[in-house]
């Protein structure tokens, strides 16, 4: 039998990278971790975490503004950005240790470097090859952007992140989920966000309610969206961006962000020449196990271009080591997993949108819009929207989707009753929690009439 360096090698240290690498080492694989940039990837370095943060930074803006209401006097102190930049790079290099303590205490070895795949059980980190048994690909994705002129003077989610000051006027392309949350992050810290959608409406791919109840939301708090409009080019004039529509219009601003969607980050390391076939969006191809056309070879989290989220990768990373190293086959479950966007007011979803639902048999739609207990001293003009959809058939909930500052944190107790197949009926024998807003879930009655869709 052949004798490899490793049992695993990982090109990638990102959430789904290393959960199954230090999962192998823990459960006694010789194990390996490439990683050229920060442990801990997009998730914790360039995404979630940090965004999350200045998520929480922005609220405040508000929070101060509804404090009146409440008789609190003083409305709006100073917003300092550097500090809160500060702050929260501190805290990400607290997360990067505790990532390389977590791979160190589960024997898995950090090889810094670039990776790239030689053959199908060979790595090459800095000069050097390395060999192992099974290589998995964890290299997650990278900011997407369409070849216009001009295109080099825009900032990604990257940059954003690090800004030295706190942009005042602020064009933001796409309408995803980096988009809105980006929008609401700005808009909330005083500058002046212009979001530039090429679609009618932002959010593709979400239910038809959240996605105009969250932009008439976002539209409420100042933001401008301009949609069907397409960025023809980018101009610098000194300290000044110019964006030009392929109407021909013109905008004015200090700082132009891209959020045009994700790339695997599958090219120049070797996979196409060790035969691992990719799709058309340079994505791995992988089967149920992970597995890439080299038998060898796995992959997992955004480089496959499944469902690209964190916990997703998490979970197909515990997958792969739990079927190769722990004689536990497991496969992902792809139903059902709850999403959230930290926009303002934030998303909770999960399973199927209404029209998705649709396609599959008759349902009945519950939905329920209403002000937030909060808001009536406070005097903001701000409505929850929840909908839950219902196949008519099993009485199963199939779909539930909310817009509202608690949705993020509402949704991931639906997806547990949604996962367990509930249905209708035992969400409304459930009884609720007053006063809150998730109680609404439990308390819908009336099914929205068919005509009124
Ligand atoms: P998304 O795929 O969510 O959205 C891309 C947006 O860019 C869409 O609005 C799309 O428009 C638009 N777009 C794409 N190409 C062009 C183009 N050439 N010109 C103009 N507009 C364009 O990508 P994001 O970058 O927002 O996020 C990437 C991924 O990261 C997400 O899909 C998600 O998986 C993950 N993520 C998850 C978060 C969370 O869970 N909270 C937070 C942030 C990211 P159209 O609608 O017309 O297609």
Redesign the pocket.
Known sequence: MATFDYDLITIGAGSGGVRATRLAGGYGARTAIVEESRVGGTCVMR??VP?KLLVYGAHFAEQFEDAMGYGWARSRPDFDWPTLIDNKNRELNRLEGVYERILRENNVELLRGRGRVVDPRTVEVGGKAVTAARILIGTGSW?AM?DIPGIEHVITSNEALDLPDLPRQVVI???????V?FAGIFNALGAHVTLI???GQIL?GFDEDIRETLAAEMQKKGITILREAIVRSVEKHGERYSVRLAGGEELGCGTVMY????TPNTRGIGLEEAGVELNSKGAVKVDEWNRSSVDSIYAVGDATDRI??TPVAIAEGRCFAETNFNGNPLTMDYANVP????SQPAVGSCGLTEDQAREQGPIDVYISRFKPMKHTLTGRDEQIMMKLIVDRASDRVVGCHIVGDDGPEIIQGVAIAMKCGATKAQFDATVGIHPSAAEELVTMREKRPEHGK
């Open positions: 995404g979630c965004k900011p369409p392309v796409g309408g995803g989920y980096i988009a949350e959608i090429r679609a593709r959020a045009t969607g994700r690209n989220l999403s959230a966007v930290f």
